[in-house]
């Protein structure tokens, strides 16, 4: 039996997540063109925009049944025609599939919405913990004035359905009225 006590391969400390086999994608705002309200506001601003970045562990091949995997999500503060920065939003590819989220870092609002497109939301802040049920879209916005980080986890099997939100986006958006965050 080896008995060395190794260093792990990955370390999590603040919001970064480093070491072995971590990836991390970018998304700037010319990859998220449709999904704000504000067309004309999102042609004038600069589609080279860092908008979010997601690190990654995904230790098995997307698809395996029986995995897991770890994710930490930074969205810069910034908005498009007074629509908060966000991720994209979707359902998972295998739609019972469910995740958790935490806040790390800034203030934010997770939206939610099920099949029948009825929407709800929960704020985020470090600390905050939350449960996203299958069958549940999701999509996270950065209310605040620094950046938002939060960590997820999911199945490896879960993938992720962007279809139904390109198309037909969530009911509600979160929009700054008067420097309040209201969902309409
Ligand atoms: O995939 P989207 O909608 O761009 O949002 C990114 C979020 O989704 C996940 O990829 C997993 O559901 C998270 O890691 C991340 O927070």
Do not use: C
């Not at 504000?38 to 860092?50: G, K, S, V, W, Y």
């Amino acid at each position: 039996m080896d008995t060395i006590i190794n260093e792990p391969k990955r370390v999590f400390r603040d919001d970064h997540l480093g070491g072995e086999g971590v990836d991390k994608s970018i998304r700037k705002l010319k990859d998220l063109r449709g999904i704000f309200k504000d067309e004309r506001a999102f042609e004038n601003m600069d589609p080279e925009t860092l908008v979010y970045e997601v690190i990654s562990y995904l230790p098995v091949k997307e698809g395996t049944q029986g995995g897991v995997y770890f994710g930490v999500t930074s969205i810069f503060p910034g908005s498009v025609g007074g629509e908060y920065f966000m991720t994209k939003g979707h359902f998972h590819a295998m739609i019972d599939r469910t995740e958790f989220y935490w806040g790390i870092k800034g203030e934010g609002v997770l939206i939610l919405m099920d099949e029948q497109r009825r929407v709800w939301a929960e704020k985020m802040f470090p600390g905050s913990f939350h449960y996203i049920p299958g069958r549940v879209a999701h999509r996270v916005a950065n209310t605040g004035k620094e950046l938002l980080s939060f960590a997820a986890s999911w199945p490896s099997d879960a993938g992720h359905n962007y279809e139904e939100i390109a198309r037909n986006g969530f009911a509600k958006r979160l929009i700054d009225i008067n420097g309040v965050a209201s969902l309409i």
